[in-house]
Every structure is written in C-alpha cells, then in structure tokens.
C-alpha cells in the first residue's frame, strides 16, 4: 500500500469544487491557490477516505451541506488572509 496514492481528505476535493465554483483558477497564479488550499484545509477537520464512493454512501445531505458551508467559510478566510498579506507587500 502507498499512503499517499490510496488515502486522501475529503475535504480537498470539497476545497477544490469550491474553488472551481468561484473561478479562482482563472484569476489567480498557482502559488495562490497553492496556499489557499493550505489555509483552508487547516481549518476543516480532516476526513480520510480510500473512495470518493464511500463518502457518497455514508454522508447524508445535511452531513454534505454542512462541510460545503465549512468549506466555503475556510476559503473566504483564507482569500482575506492571502489579499490583506499581498496588498502589504505590494
């Protein structure tokens, strides 16, 4: 078994939808999202799983609702974050 290849964190793939529903990859360079994944997933428990399968088995609508909306409050935390450390730089 490789780890790295047959687990992973649900909650990436729920990063990476939401980060596809606001466009961001159209806007921003790869290093920001690289480090808006890395906020945002620091702030969402963690929820290990082998298939995305198991997750459409076991979680229930108001399961799924509720880490989307955690999801969605880790991003735009992390995008203030990111912008308030850009704009100072810059």
């Known amino acids: 078994m490789k780890l790295d290849d047959d687990v992973h964190n649900y ?4 990063v990476l939808e939401r980060i596809g529903e ?9 290093d920001y999202l690289a480090d808006l994944c890395c906020l ?12 995305e399968v198991d997750m459409a088995f076991f979680l229930s609508s108001n399961d799924r609702s509720q880490m989307q909306k955690e999801v969605a409050q880790a991003i ?4 203030k974050i990111l912008n308030e450390r850009r704009a100072a730089v810059d």
């Open 40 to 51: 945002a997933l620091n702030q969402v428990p963690p929820r290990y799983i082998r298939f």
């Open 76 to 79: 735009d935390k992390s995008m």
């Open 22 to 30: 606001l466009g961001l990859q159209n806007t921003k360079d790869a």
């Open 11 to 14: 909650y990436e793939h729920l």
